[in-house]
């Protein structure tokens, strides 16, 4: 069995804050198929209450997150237009060591976001 887990967090770094309420599915994607296997939401330190892939869960393969930012973004005043420039933002990732702790991060702005593997 696994050990390895998957963490993430959202950062706003337009309001230099964690961002909280942010909804999060998780996929596992084939050539076929994009299963949601997991859903979490932020709390206030912008993070999930636990790992959205727990321990013996994870296997290697082709994962993707989405951050359903839109309405956090409406909820502070932030990128207020029809259509929204961003609302789903979805982040698709391998992973190849089923034994590691992998961390994918969101850093978040109305006009903008970035990510990278963290530990």
């Known amino acids: 069995m696994s050990e390895g887990y998957l963490t ?18 998780l996929y596992r994607v084939s050539e076929t198929a994009r299963d949601r296997i997991a859903e979490a939401v932020t709390n206030d330190d912008g993070r999930t209450d636990s790992p959205i892939l727990p321990k ?7 994962y993707e997150l989405v951050f359903f930012c839109g309405p956090y ?5 932030l990128g207020q ?8 933002i979805p982040l698709r990732f391998g992973i190849d060591d089923a034994e ?4 994918v991060p969101l850093l978040l702005s109305p006009y903008g976001y970035s990510t990278y593997r963290g530990s």
């Open 8 to 25: 993430t967090h959202v950062l706003d770094t337009a309001r230099g804050v964690p961002a909280d309420g942010i909804k999060i599915a």
């Open 81 to 88: 237009s029809e259509p929204k420039f961003l609302d789903q």
């Open 56 to 62: 013996g869960q994870m296997t290697p393969g082709t």
């Open 100 to 103: 590691a702790h992998y961390h």
């Open 73 to 77: 973004l409406d909820r502070h005043g």
